[in-house]
């Protein structure tokens, strides 16, 4: 089975441009997450969708970054314009209806802003 | 409180030893507890979890116990493998909006040496 997919793993990219993360998530699962991993503070909930409608982005950290989920098999998390504060893994997780499902984690994308 | 308090920040033991990795918890609203395995370049894995009705759960080598009244959990390797080398999270997860959202610990750098 192929698990959920990130695209790209890698991205450098120069201060104030614009950055598009993407996923796929695991055919059939109904729930999309979208998390940031950095050192100084671990694993950090940014959105999550649920059935491609965004129930809450309490975590996104500014109106720089946008989530979007145009169907069930496509995420896009995009920041404009980047920081190097963003510099960052960025993860993509989906999981199954119930909602208590685990979480399953795609490779991430390792971002960073010169 | 959604704070979860993971310790040690890392760990090196030598094969065949028994690894434990502690967290702490005060929402007391918390109750899912699963542990994730983290390898380099990869997203975090789900690889045990428990629920507060129980006080231990043992899968192979991994095993979870669990002190409710203390709001605390651990996980134990027992026989360490130099494949066991990762990063460890606890999470703790509770139903927020219609999905069952996690608050990651900090994570354990575990070794394993030959």
């Known amino acids: 089975d192929a698990g959920v997919i990130q695209s790209p793993r890698h991205e450098v990219t120069e201060m104030g441009q614009e950055v598009t993360l993407r996923c796929k998530p695991i055919s059939g699962h109904d729930y999309l997450f979208w998390y940031r991993q950095t050192m100084m503070r671990g694993l950090e909930l940014l959105i999550y969708f649920n059935n491609n409608v965004p129930i809450d982005d309490s975590g996104m950290p500014e109106d720089r970054f946008s989530a979007k989920m145009p169907n069930a098999s496509f995420s896009t998390l995009k920041i404009q314009p980047s920081e190097p504060r963003d510099s960052a893994v960025y993860f993509c997780a989906s999981s199954l209806r119930p909602s208590n499902q685990p979480q399953h984690f795609g490779d991430g994308t390792r971002l960073s802003i010169l | 409180q959604q704070q979860v308090k993971q310790s040690p920040q890392s760990l090196i033991v030598q094969k065949g030893g028994i690894s434990i990795i502690n967290c702490a918890y005060e929402n007391t609203a918390f109750d899912y507890f699963p542990w994730y395995q983290q390898f380099p370049g990869k997203g975090p894995a789900l690889l045990i979890a428990?629920?507060?009705?129980?006080s231990e759960k043992k899968e192979g080598r991994f095993t979870i116990s669990f002190n409710k009244s203390a709001k605390q959990f651990s996980l134990h390797i027992m026989d360490s493998q130099p494949g066991d080398s990762a990063t460890y999270f606890c999470a703790a997860s509770t139903f927020s909006g219609s999905a069952r959202q996690l608050t990651f610990g900090s994570g354990t750098q575990l070794t394993v040496l030959p």
């Open positions: 428990i629920r507060p009705d129980v």
